[in-house]
Each structure stands twice: as structure tokens, then as C-alpha cells.
């Protein structure tokens, strides 16, 4: 019996794979990971069933769009950490987690926890970081005592919140905002009393998967 040959099915299968990574990527880029499958498949071209047989569920293309992500984050915080002060490299860690999440809001929901299976990760490899960059500008002073390194992501995540992808003042907005909470973490006489802790690591952790 003639077998049918299986190059010409792999060859379709790659380029189905190639198209929808392709065009998840922007769409995630553009409306973060809530975009359905369906708007996925309409953009590539491609029916539902295609998209699946192409790149698993719908967990499995964030994981292959976003499994760097982590480690991108990671290896770019630890070149800030070798600023010359605590507070530059504080400033810079600020500036690069928050332009991360403006560039992209696959990316943006990705560091909060939101929609990938490297949530522990994330926190793990991330916050031992960002606890010594912060208690080393405490060390000189430059921030005020109550600072803490879960602070970072969440005031991040509220500027980045506010901008639009798509919109060329987004970044002028985000830089604005941006210098008033700089300017808000140094040191001031603490003449209005203490604000409220932190929530506890654990805590923290269940916040940014559930908010």
C-alpha cells in the first residue's frame, strides 16, 4: 500500500506555528493574555482546531511566548545591581521592570504572576534581587525606612496600568509619573506617621496571581 508522504504535513504544521506564534505575540503585545483563541486563529488565518494541533493549549503558547520572560527580568536586574549606589541601581530597576510592562501587556501580566506557570519562579528569583537593592539604599539613606522590594512591581504595575501600547504619550506619561514616585521614596521627616506594613512574602504572592 502507497503511504502518503509526511513532509509536506510538517512542512504545513511548522508554518502554522511560525503564523500563530507570530500573531499571538502582537495581540498579546497589544491586549495582554486574555485574547481568545479564536481572535488568534482569525488573525493567523487558521481555524481553532489549528491553533491547538499547532502549539498546545492555550497555557502552552504563553509558556513558549513568555518562558524567557523570567529570566530576562532576572539578568537585567542583576546588571542594575552593579550600579555604583543603592539608589542608582534602585532608580534603574525601577525603570526597567516598569518599561518591560509598558512595552508589552503579555509581558505586563507575565510579571505580575498573572496567567503562567512561573508564578514561585518569578517571586523566588526576583525579590532577593530587588530586597538588597532596597536595603542598600536604605544602608545609605536614600530611601525612606518603610521601602520594602514587594513595593517595586506594584507601584510599577500602576504606572504601567495607566498607559496605553498604542498611544506615543503613554511614555512621556509613565516618565512622569515615574519621577514624582522617585522623588516620593526618598528619605522625609516622618511627620504624618507610619503607612501600613507590607504584605507578608506569602501574601504578596496569592495578590499578584488572584489581582
Known amino acids: 500500500m502507497n503511504q502518503q508522504p509526511s513532509k509536506p504535513l510538517r512542512r504545513d504544521a511548522a508554518e502554522h506555528r511560525i503564523k500563530v506564534l507570530d500573531e499571538a505575540r502582537k495581540l498579546f503585545a497589544l491586549k495582554g493574555l486574555d ?3 479564536r481572535e488568534i486563529a482569525a488573525a493567523a488565518g487558521l481555524g481553532v482546531g489549528s491553533v491547538y494541533r499547532a502549539v498546545g493549549s492555550k497555557q502552552d503558547l504563553i509558556d513558549l511566548l513568555f518562558g524567557d520572560v523570567v529570566d530576562r527580568a532576572l539578568s537585567g ?6 550600579a555604583a549606589t ?3 541601581a534602585l532608580v534603574r530597576a525601577f525603570r526597567r521592570v516598569l518599561e518591560m510592562q509598558i512595552a508589552d501587556r503579555g509581558v505586563y501580566a507575565v510579571l505580575l504572576g498573572a496567567g503562567t506557570t512561573q508564578t514561585e519562579r518569578l517571586s523566588e528569583s526576583i525579590a532577593p534581587v ?6 542598600r539604599a536604605k544602608a545609605e539613606g536614600a530611601v525612606r525606612a518603610d521601602l520594602d522590594a514587594t513595593d517595586v512591581p506594584t507601584l510599577t504595575r500602576g504606572i504601567a496600568a495607566a498607559t496605553d501600547p498604542e498611544s506615543v504619550l503613554s511614555r ?3 516618565e512622569r509619573h515615574l519621577a514624582l514616585l522617585l522623588k516620593g521614596l526618598r528619605p522625609v521627616p516622618d511627620d504624618e506617621g ?3 506594613p507590607p504584605l507578608p512574602s506569602e501574601r ?8
Open 86 to 88: 543603592g539608589w542608582a
Open 77 to 82: 536586574l542583576e546588571r542594575d545591581e552593579g
Open 172 to 174: 512621556a506619561v509613565a
Open 35 to 37: 485574547v481568545p483563541i
Open 130 to 135: 530587588l530586597s538588597r537593592m532596597v536595603d
Open 204 to 211: 504578596f504572592t496569592d495578590w499578584t496571581s488572584t489581582a
Open 194 to 196: 507610619p503607612v501600613p
